[in-house]
């Protein structure tokens, strides 16, 4: 089946979203292309619109690609943030 790609994107003019741990970039419908952190990890490149049949590639290095590591100091950053303090 050949893919119906509408543009090549680079990485580093999408959005990241750390809580979701996805990257998205604006659709001409409207919504937004997304792609999982985890997939571009697996070197699946394509980011598709759930709205409609559009998708992207995305253009972008694994090694660039933000670090498990950076994942568990941001969870570990919100569980202090939300630490109740008893009185």
């Known amino acids: 089946m ?14 990241f979203d750390s809580t979701l741990q996805i990257y998205h970039y604006p659709c001409p419908c409207g919504d937004r292309f ?20 559009l998708m992207i590639r995305v253009i972008f290095e694994v090694d660039d690609l933000p670090k498990e590591e950076d994942k568990m100091e941001e969870q570990t950053a919100q ?9």
Do not use: F, G, H, W
């Open 79 to 87: 569980q202090t943030a939300q630490v109740a303090v008893a009185t």
């Open 2 to 15: 050949a893919e119906n790609i509408y543009d090549e994107i680079e990485i580093e003019d999408m959005t």
């Open 34 to 53: 997304e792609i999982a952190l985890a997939d571009l990890r697996d070197k699946e490149d394509i980011a598709v619109c759930p709205s409609c049949s």
